[in-house]
């Protein structure tokens, strides 16, 4: 299973809804990762995987291969497991 990557930061006004998106998806059992763009560590993923905007969501399959984003926007929580069940992250 791939992971769904989270950037946000501190002084972003959409970040908290896009962490309620992570919490979601974390009680669904999928694999999140958070960045926040405060630290060194999340500037470096940030710089590696372009992220120009937060929040930005990345879905990423077992072999690192970006599925989607949601970059500057905050999706739904619907469209996000959508997103997933179509590419096997967990059953329907």
């Known amino acids: 299973m791939g992971a769904v990557k ?3 930061k501190r002084q972003c006004p959409k970040c908290s809804a896009t962490k309620e998106v992570g919490n979601h998806l974390r009680m669904g059992g999928v694999r ?8 060194i560590e999340g500037l470096a993923e940030a710089a ?4 120009m905007a937060t929040p930005t969501i990345i879905v990423e399959d077992e072999n690192d291969n970006e599925l989607a984003a949601w ?7 619907q469209e996000v497991d959508e997103m997933l069940r179509a590419n096997g992250f967990f059953s329907s």
């Open 32 to 39: 999140v990762i958070d960045y926040d763009l405060g630290t």
């Open 48 to 51: 590696f995987y372009g992220v």
């Open 6 to 8: 989270i950037f946000t």
């Open 71 to 77: 970059r500057g926007t905050v999706p739904t929580p």
